[in-house]
């Protein structure tokens, strides 16, 4: 069964930095996506920054982070980061890690809670 495990979030001030990783464990054929996802109370759970495998690979950010967050990866260890910089009260949320694997399986991780004071 695969299983990702996210570290912990954390509450910061507005304007600081946290940074978020998830290990993905398990029979896992091929990668096909990975990133992050987020909840905010009373809200959907909306696209955050997304890495995918096809192709040349590509990587997604919802225009709300473009230029605060950056995805990245590490394939030796099938771990996946996100740096989030300039943080936002908006920003607090339930953060999940995602996994899309093996074309049509789909993974989420626990969520860990990114707190942003103001």
């Known amino acids: 069964q695969v299983q990702l495990v996210e570290s912990a979030g954390g509450l910061v001030q507005a304007g600081g930095s946290l940074r978020l990783s998830c290990a993905a464990s398990g029979r896992i054929v091929s990668f096909n996506a990975m990133g992050w996802y987020r909840q905010a109370p009373g809200k959907q759970r909306e696209m955050v920054a997304v890495?995918?495998?096809?192709?040349?690979?590509?990587?997604n950010y919802a225009d709300s982070v473009k230029g605060r967050f950056t995805i990245s990866g590490d394939n030796a260890r099938n771990t996946v980061y996100l740096q989030m910089n300039s943080l936002k009260p908006d920003d607090t949320a339930v953060y999940y890690c995602?996994?899309?694997?093996?074309?049509?399986?789909?993974?989420w991780g626990q969520g860990t809670q990114v707190t942003v004071s103001s």
């Open positions: 890495r995918t495998t096809a192709g040349i690979g590509n990587t």
């Open positions: 995602y996994l899309r694997h093996d074309i049509i399986k789909t993974v």
